[in-house]
């Protein structure tokens, strides 16, 4: 920490930063909360977490596990770095080891973040042995792809814009809507004002197609 606020201390002096920090607020160290879920991760899940580098699940992780077993929604909110990602991962991963059918939908805001995620997603792919092409459907899709990963995606990432653009054409999802069995929302904190009011009306839409199509994510 001293290291951090001196280093603060000469940023707040050049004459080019100047005014530019409004408040430094240090905050004490906690230490971690661990547990463990009950009942466990499948071998291969907890074997490939494990190679990651990460030996044990932090307290958050496991509880957002817990309720996503059970079908509840859920909505994580901590820190920066906190292992959000792998939280919402796990039990979208557990549920591709039971099922063979199952999907997933991915949103994000942003097409940077879609292409860092798809990255992690393929590594949990190589990793548990799946056969789930999971892949980017988005504005930026060329159109010759589009086809197959309708088809054969079980984990599609993409955006509101591109979402409220297909949702008309969910006959040509039907497999996709009839298995999806999650929908992650990253960054929710970003869907606010008008703009997230229209996100809320799309998820709603969403779910409406989601159940004509036997599905309750």
Avoid at 2 to 9: F, H, R
Wanted: charged share 20%; glycine share 6%.
């Amino acid at each position: 920490m001293p290291d951090i606020l001196s280093a603060l201390d000469r940023l707040r002096q050049q004459r080019w930063y100047s005014g530019q920090i409004t408040g430094i607020e240090p905050l004490p160290s906690r230490a971690p909360t661990y547990a463990e879920p009950d009942p466990p991760l499948p071998a291969l899940l907890a074997d490939l977490v494990e190679m990651k580098g990460i030996p044990r699940l932090y307290s958050h992780q496991v509880e957002l596990l817990k309720h996503a077993r059970t079908g509840r929604n859920v909505i994580i909110t901590t820190a920066t770095a906190s292992g959000k990602t792998l939280a919402f991962n796990l039990p979208v991963f557990e549920t591709m080891l039971e099922s063979r059918s199952a999907t997933a939908l991915y949103l994000y805001p942003m097409k940077a973040v879609t292409q860092d995620q798809l990255k992690v997603l393929k590594e949990f792919e190589q990793g548990l042995g799946l056969e789930l092409n999971p892949a980017v459907y988005d504005g930026d899709t060329p159109t010759d792809k589009r086809p197959r990963i309708r088809q054969r995606s079980r984990i599609v990432l993409s955006n509101p814009y591109e979402l409220h653009q297909i949702l008309p054409y969910h006959y040509q999802w039907q497999a996709f809507y009839r298995n999806l069995r999650y929908c992650i929302i990253d960054e929710a904190h970003t869907y606010r004002g008008v703009f997230g009011s229209n996100v809320a009306q799309l998820i709603r839409r969403l779910r409406r197609i989601c159940a004509y199509h036997g599905s309750d994510p």
